[in-house]
């Protein structure tokens, strides 16, 4: 949480979630191929990606699995607090520049991405490369992007090297590291990580089933941090806040667990796709024990409930971020 101090997240401190261990990579002769429902399949390799027009974007990326251990009961999956979001700066070319240099079909209805990684799961047989598809439509935004560099450096094997997928808006598992296949089809992608995993359901029999994919609204509360003990005086009470949704329009601090609400004041300024970092003076003239909560809402008037949604694999918990602090 201390990394949330700073807008951008350092490459050291930025979240790391992988389904199986890193892959070892090819050294010279690694190309990444854009294949299926194209009109001239294409293979470049590292430099020749840099012969396309390079955008750069700041985007915050969120596992979904973020904060997972506060639901009640447990659910299972790797039970993050609240630091499996960051955010960086990602430079390369953009996803539908690269389709349409493939020719892609009018036909295509998803396109899938297939890292270097795999290995085996519990529940299936087999071995298994980690893999996902994006509807063309997201596919096709000029935003969606094959990275090649992070925070202004080349990107870190550990994140994805030689190129990742950049989705944003979209929870981390969209943004496929260890890029080296892009398979336009015309037919909607039953891969394990699509169809069982990053599914939001109720119960083993619940029929409504839907897919991860919009962040939503969130934020988190960095300094100070849950149990800290704090001298009277004046405090700066700091976090973040973001949206998948669209822009988060304001958050708000509560000292009586909801009876009443602050608004806290922006430390950046608005920015697409990015995580907004805010700040509340706190002036504590009296000792005690202090229960602090706060809430955003964006402009699509979505606003973090006081207890998220419990679904089976404990997905998408954008409750009330909320800490007790001791002052004496």
């Known amino acids: 949480m201390l990394a949330l101090s700073s807008w951008v997240t350092p490459e050291n401190k930025f979240y790391i979630r992988n389904h ?16 299926g429902f194209v009109q001239h399949p294409i293979h470049l390799n590292y430099q ?71 290995g085996e799961r519990t529940d299936l047989p087999g071995t298994f490369r980690f893999a996902r598809s994006l509807p063309i439509e997201k596919s096709m935004h000029p935003d969606t992007l094959i990275a090649l560099y992070m925070n202004g450096k080349p990107l870190p094997y550990k994140h994805g090297y030689p190129a990742r997928l950049i989705v944003p808006n979209w929870y981390g598992m969209a943004s496929v590291k260890w890029l080296y296949r892009i398979v336009a089809t015309d037919q909607e992608f039953k891969g394990p990580f699509q169809e069982k995993d990053y599914v939001v359901y109720r119960s083993e029999a619940d029929t409504k089933r839907r897919p991860v994919t919009l962040m939503k609204v969130n934020a988190a509360i960095s300094q100070p941090t849950d149990q800290t003990i704090m001298r009277r005086g004046m405090h700066i009470i700091t976090g973040t806040a973001w949206s998948g949704h669209g822009f988060v329009k304001k958050v708000e601090i509560s ?28 002036h504590v003239p009296v000792p005690g024990t202090y229960h602090i909560m706060v809430k955003a809402t964006d402009d699509k008037d979505n606003t973090q409930p006081l207890q998220a949604e419990w679904n089976v694999n404990g997905y998408e918990n954008n409750s009330m971020p909320q800490i007790q602090i001791y002052v004496e």
């Open 48 to 118: 020749a990606l840099f012969q396309y027009p390079q955008i750069t974007l700041p985007v915050t990326m969120e596992c979904s699995g973020n904060k997972r251990t506060y639901f009640q009961p447990k659910t299972r999956g790797v039970q993050w607090e609240q630091g499996a979001v960051s955010h960086a700066i990602w430079t390369g070319v953009s996803l539908r520049t690269l389709l349409q240099a493939a020719g892609i079909s009018p036909n295509a209805r998803e396109v899938i991405f297939e890292g270097m990684d795999t």
């Open 255 to 282: 000292l009586d667990r909801g009876k009443s609400w602050s608004l806290v004041r922006w430390l950046d300024p608005e920015e697409k796709y990015s995580w907004r970092r805010w700040g509340w003076d706190w």
């Open 20 to 35: 199986f261990p890193y892959p070892v990579l090819p050294t010279n002769d690694w190309k990444l191929s854009i294949v």
